[in-house]
């Protein structure tokens, strides 16, 4: 199978470029491809002519999208949209990675794929109107919404603890927001599971179980025999400027459906990305 992920250069998108290194695989970082050009993303996906497409190009920084609305809305809807009117004219397949960031906390159970989005700041706002475009304009989707990622290759919550951990002796982590850490190289596994079959549609992907931000902090620091005080903390004790789901733990409910097995849990997944950095 011919595919051509984006924005190939991130965290997610390295972790893609590994697991379909079985594929005929092209990557492309921002300077190769700016999904937001519909010119160049409608000429390089017309020359290369992928199967399929994956999208890991994305604006990440939650804080910066609520100043720059227009750009958060430009790279998170608009590319999405050149990518699917690119896919649809050369009937090629999209795998498009979206967030738990398009819910706004207040269920009191895993959210499933049913249920109704309501995001709470700009970044979420964009993604989910990635969602809808791509929805709307080409059938062969696989929209993948994910929670809380870290991994090798991108500035992620276990590193800044890793380093502060250094820095300091005593830190506090929020623990009023309640999610699923995903380790990128799971998820790039299970997208590989997943396009083998043309079951498209909406999934949330995340790995088992959830935890606060101040629970997964002690469990980094337990796995790697730190010993540092963690002071647990509410959210208005940490303002920052997008406000954040309290609760944001997503049912993997249409990959149970699809008769796949939960991927694992967050706390094994957790421990292999400490021991891979050695
Ligand atoms: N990091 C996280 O905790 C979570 C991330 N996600 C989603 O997962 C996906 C991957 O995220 P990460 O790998 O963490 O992000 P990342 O920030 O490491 O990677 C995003 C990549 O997109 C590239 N990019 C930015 N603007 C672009 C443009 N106009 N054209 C082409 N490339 C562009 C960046 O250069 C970067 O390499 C994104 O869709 C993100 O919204 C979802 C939930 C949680």
């Given at each position: 199978?011919?595919?051509?992920?984006?924005?190939?250069?991130?965290?997610?998108?390295?972790?893609?470029?590994?697991?379909?290194?079985?594929?005929?695989?092209?990557?492309?970082?921002?300077?190769?491809?700016?999904?937001?050009?519909?010119?160049?993303?409608?000429?390089?996906?017309?020359?290369?002519?992928?199967?399929?497409?994956?999208?890991?190009?994305?604006y990440?920084?939650?804080?910066?999208c609520?100043?720059n609305k227009d750009l958060a809305f430009k790279v998170n809807a608009?590319?999405?949209?050149?990518?699917?009117?690119?896919?649809?004219?050369?009937?090629?397949?999209?795998?498009?990675?979206?967030?738990?960031?398009?819910?706004?906390?207040?269920?009191?159970?895993?959210?499933?794929?049913?249920?109704?989005?309501?995001?709470?700041?700009v970044y979420?706002?964009s993604?989910?109107?990635?969602?809808?475009?791509?929805?709307?304009?080409?059938?062969?989707?696989?929209?993948?919404?994910?929670?809380?990622?870290?991994?090798?290759?991108?500035?992620?919550?276990?590193?800044?603890?890793?380093?502060?951990?250094?820095?300091?002796?005593?830190?506090?982590?929020?623990?009023?927001?309640?999610?699923?850490?995903?380790?990128?190289?799971?998820?790039?596994?299970?997208?590989?599971?997943?396009?083998?079959?043309?079951?498209?549609?909406?999934?949330?992907?995340?790995?088992?179980?959830?935890?606060?931000?101040?629970?997964?902090?002690?469990?980094?620091?337990?796995?790697?025999?730190?010993?540092?005080?963690?002071?647990?903390?509410?959210?208005?004790?940490?303002?920052?400027?997008?406000?954040?789901?309290?609760?944001?733990?997503?049912?993997?409910?249409?990959?149970?459906?699809?008769?796949?097995?939960?991927?694992?849990?967050?706390?094994?997944?957790?421990?292999?990305?400490?021991?891979?950095?050695?």
């Amino acid at each position: 199978m011919k595919v051509l992920v984006t924005g190939a250069g991130g965290m997610l998108g390295t972790d893609i470029m590994h697991a379909f290194k079985e594929h005929n695989t092209l990557g492309l970082t921002k300077p190769e491809l700016d999904i937001t050009k519909i010119d160049q993303v409608t000429k390089t996906i017309g020359q290369y002519k992928p199967d399929l497409v994956i999208n890991c190009a994305a604006y990440t920084k939650v804080d910066d999208c609520e100043i720059n609305k227009d750009l958060a809305f430009k790279v998170n809807a608009l590319g999405p949209r050149n990518l699917a009117i690119a896919c649809q004219s050369q009937a090629a397949a999209i795998v498009h990675i979206s967030t738990d960031y398009v819910f706004d906390g207040t269920a009191n159970r895993p959210y499933t794929e049913f249920d109704s989005t309501k995001p709470l700041g700009v970044y979420g706002q964009s993604k989910f109107a990635g969602e809808q475009l791509i929805k709307s304009l080409m059938t062969r989707h696989f929209i993948i919404r994910t929670s809380w990622l870290y991994g090798a290759n991108g500035p992620n919550f276990v590193e800044t603890m890793l380093r502060l951990a250094k820095e300091y002796s005593e830190i506090k982590v929020v623990n009023d927001q309640q999610g699923s850490p995903t380790y990128t190289k799971d998820l790039a596994q299970a997208v590989v599971e997943l396009i083998k079959t043309p079951a498209y549609g909406l999934y949330h992907l995340t790995n088992s179980g959830n935890c606060t931000w101040y629970q997964f902090a002690k469990e980094i620091f337990r796995i790697e025999g730190i010993d540092i005080k963690v002071n647990p903390c509410t959210t208005e004790a940490f303002p920052r400027p997008a406000p954040r789901p309290k609760y944001s733990v997503m049912e993997n409910y249409f990959w149970k459906l699809h008769g796949r097995p939960p991927m694992r849990d967050y706390k094994e997944a957790l421990k292999e990305y400490l021991d891979s950095r050695g």
